[in-house]
Structure formats: structure tokens, C-alpha cells
């Protein structure tokens, strides 16, 4: 989240360039105006100039950290989701868990009599449907850390609704280093933005997920197919004609990157999406 827009910022300029033209002309005044009167009126008003704003800097400073926390707290509005949708998964789950358990001796009467009749095919079959039941149940476990298994998840439940085929790859499971909050930004966004794009695709939509050490340093890799051409600004910012795949929360990523001194390369070519990153584990 950006603490000022660009418009506030200019506002604030132009502000001060006024204020700094008015006090100068005030004291140049003083020197010409021989009433006292005057010269008290002009005294007030170069006090009034000060004052008002002294009170505007505060208020743009009080902004600049309204706007600051309100980041800060969308993320923590993600996590809380994410949490939330964890939780009820596990139950919805428990509940699937209770009614095949209840059901097991039913199933394992089933796939004796198919054995019995020499139907190893069907009992085969059946067995191998209620191994998938029972697996689909149980969240995958990507890494040591709680909160990304949660966002892989709930990011791997959205792209199968979809029929993306979402790949992960992680070779470096531990992410102690890391806030919590940091982790929910950078991956969480960036997965995000892989699924809006991934919308657009009609033919084999696909992310790739990939993340490995290399010496005190973690490294990771974003990819998915993209249905459009990208145009860049004068800065080498991303400008996306589409859904606002311009990368959500791009400047949150790179915030929270810069915290582990790390870095984040973005490219499009090739009808690809690749995000690049980098972060110092030793920090």
C-alpha cells in the first residue's frame, strides 16, 4: 500500500511552493509597509501561513499512516480468510472422514464380494475411488510453514475449480526467517495474479510454483500462461489491458521483499508470465 498517491504528493508540493511564495512576500512587504497596523496584519497572516500548515503536514502525516496500517490490515484480513477457510475445510473434511468411516464396513464388504466373484478389475477400481476419497481429505503439506501450506491450498483449490493445472515444486521447506505477514504478501499476491491471468486462458492454463535454497538465500520462481500481450510504462511497470493483472499488491510484494534484502525481476514473453524472487534467509 502506498503511504501518499501521486496526486496527494503533488498537492503537498504545490502547497509548500505556495506557502514558501507567501512568506516571502509577506516579509518582503514588511519592509516596504510603515503602519503599524499593516505591518501587525502582515505579522498575524505570516503566523496564520505557519500554523495552517503546520496542521497540514500533520494531517498528511496522520494519512500517509492511515494508509500505511490499512495495508497493513488487508493483509491481515487475507490471513484471517485463509484461516478461516483452512478451518472450515478440516471440518467440511471431518465430516466427509466420519461418513466414509461409517461407512467402511459397507466398503470393504463391497470389495470382498467383487473379490469373491472374481471381479479384481471392479474391486480394484473401487478400491482405488475410496483411497482418492480418503486422500482428498487430507491437506497437502508443501513446507515446514503453516501459512504458506494454507495459501498453496487455497490457491490449488481455486485453480481446480477453474481447471488450471497448478504445479508446485518446493525443495526449501523452512521459512522461519520470514514474518508471517511477509509471506502471505509475496506469495499470496503473486499466486493470485497467476490465477486472474490464468482466467483469461482458454487453452491449457497452467502455474508453476517452484522454490529452492542456494547458499543463504531462497529463491523462487512464479509462472503462468497469459492470454494477452503486456505493454510497460516509461519505468518498465507492467500497464496489463486485462482484470488488473498489472500485479496486485506489486508494491506490497516488493516492500515486503525488501525486508530480507531480496529482489523480484517480472517479465512476459512467449504468451508467459514469470515472476522471479530473491530473499536473504540470513537477515
Known sequence: MERLSRIQILVLISLFLFTLINIVSITTLIDIVTKKYDIIMLFINLVATVLINLYIFHLVRYISDY???KGDNSVLEKQSILSNKYYEKIEKDNEKFLKVFHDINKHISAIEGLY????????ITYTEELND??????PMKYSFNNILNLIINDKMSIAERHYI???CEIYYHNLDFMNNLDITVIFGNLLDNAIEACLDVTNNPYILFKMDSKDDHIVFTVKNSLAHTLKYDKNGKI???KRGHSGIGVSNIERSINKYNGSIKIKAENNEFVSYGILNKSI
Open 165 to 167: 493445472n497448478f504445479k
Open 116 to 123: 469373491k466373484e472374481d471381479q479384481k478389475e471392479q474391486a
Open 239 to 241: 500497464i496489463s489491458s
Open 67 to 69: 494508509n500505511f496500517l
Open 133 to 138: 476419497l480418503m486422500t482428498s481429505m487430507i
